[in-house]
């Protein structure tokens, strides 16, 4: 069948914008994928406390990974809270697109100084930690809700060089150590936890505290119920205080080793609601 010559004219333009139309709807598609494909995961970064070190998160570490995120755990100098906290915050400027800090015990102290005033941070994880507020010590955190802990007088201090006067390195007794820090570990373990703890100095744990990161930043906290290095009641204080959406276990202080599976479905429930 011939098509008169206007008829063509008309059906031009009309095939010519069918033609734009099918070729741009795919391509506008693409580019949202790609979008979406180019925006990066949560790094998250794991802050060990005192009397540890990393390897307790291994099989944390693990999980993440072989999810497929990337997963930092920077060893914490443990040489006092403004020292540790300026690591912290000058490794964490290393780090692109949307972090996801996670402290235990002391390096919890950490995250809440180093956090504070870093936009790639979207969100605090305390495990068993000290989250603490504007001026307060960890030592006098854990007498919060009127806990008490038997931790300070089973340390062991010793000289370290340049130490100002009375300060020091400060270890758990091995004699005491799975009674304080990891009573629900096999006992085999704990010995070798308790031989190569990192020690602590004593005005660490001393040392004030400056404006908190869980102000600005959203915070997740685990309460380890049968903790006897930090009392419970201490860390359910903290955790209230700081408005952090809480989970209780019944763990060790150790909770990261005893109950790896519990501290890595609380990272993944933080990243996922400050991935929204």
Same mark, same amino acid.
């Given at each position: 069948?011939k098509?008169l010559?206007?008829a063509?004219?008309?059906?031009?333009p009309?095939?010519?914008a069918g033609?734009?139309? &099918?070729?741009?709807?795919?391509? %506008?598609? /693409?580019a949202?994928? !790609? @979008?979406?494909?180019? =925006?990066p995961? #949560?790094?998250?970064?794991?802050?060990?406390? &005192?009397?540890?070190?990393?390897? %307790?998160? /291994?099989?944390?570490? !693990? @999980?993440?990974q072989? =999810?497929?995120? #990337?997963v930092?755990?920077?060893?914490?100098?443990?040489?006092?809270?403004?020292?540790d906290? /300026?690591?912290?915050?000058?490794?964490?400027?290393?780090?692109?697109? #949307?972090?996801?800090?996670?402290?235990h015990?002391y390096?919890?102290?950490?995250?809440?100084d /180093?956090?504070?005033?870093?936009?790639?941070?979207?969100?605090?994880?305390?495990l068993?930690?000290?989250a603490?507020?504007?001026?307060e010590?960890?030592?006098?955190?854990?007498?919060?809700?009127?806990?008490?802990?038997?931790?300070p007088?089973?340390?062991?201090?010793?000289?370290?060089?340049g130490?100002?006067?009375?300060?020091?390195?400060?270890?758990i007794?091995?004699a005491?150590?799975?009674?304080i820090?990891?009573?629900?570990?096999p006992?085999?373990?704990?010995a070798?936890?308790a031989a190569?703890?990192?020690?602590?100095?004593?005005?660490?744990?001393?040392?004030?505290?400056?404006?908190?990161?869980w102000?600005?930043?959203p915070?997740?906290?685990?309460?380890?119920?049968?903790?006897?290095?930090?009392?419970?009641?201490?860390e359910?204080?903290?955790?209230?205080?700081?408005?952090a959406?809480?989970?209780?276990?019944?763990?060790?202080?150790?909770?990261?080793v005893s109950?790896?599976?519990?501290?890595?479905?609380?990272?993944?429930?933080?990243?996922?609601?400050?991935?929204k």
């Amino acid at each position: 069948m011939k098509l008169l010559p206007h008829a063509r004219k008309t059906l031009r333009p009309a095939l010519l914008a069918g033609l734009v139309a &099918a070729l741009t709807l795919p391509l %506008g598609a /693409a580019a949202g994928q !790609a @979008s979406s494909a180019a =925006a990066p995961k #949560p790094t998250i970064v794991i802050e060990h406390g &005192a009397f540890a070190d990393a390897s %307790g998160f /291994a099989t944390t570490i !693990a @999980s993440l990974q072989n =999810a497929g995120y #990337p997963v930092y755990a920077p060893a914490n100098p443990l040489r006092g809270l403004s020292i540790d906290s /300026a690591y912290l915050k000058s490794f964490l400027t290393t780090v692109s697109g #949307p972090i996801v800090l996670v402290g235990h015990s002391y390096g919890g102290a950490v995250i809440t100084d /180093a956090a504070t005033g870093n936009p790639n941070v979207k969100a605090l994880v305390y495990l068993a930690a000290y989250a603490l507020a504007d001026g307060e010590n960890a030592a006098t955190a854990a007498t919060l809700g009127g806990g008490s802990s038997t931790l300070p007088q089973h340390l062991v201090y010793r000289p370290y060089p340049g130490a100002p006067q009375q300060d020091a390195d400060a270890y758990i007794d091995p004699a005491y150590f799975r009674q304080i820090f990891a009573q629900d570990v096999p006992t085999a373990q704990t010995a070798m936890l308790a031989a190569t703890q990192r020690p602590v100095t004593v005005s660490a744990l001393t040392e004030p505290s400056t404006t908190p990161a869980w102000q600005s930043i959203p915070s997740w906290y685990l309460v380890a119920l049968d903790d006897h290095a930090i009392p419970p009641v201490a860390e359910q204080a903290m955790a209230a205080r700081a408005g952090a959406h809480t989970t209780r276990v019944h763990s060790s202080h150790a909770v990261m080793v005893s109950h790896p599976d519990t501290v890595t479905r609380l990272i993944l429930t933080a990243m996922a609601a400050t991935s929204k």
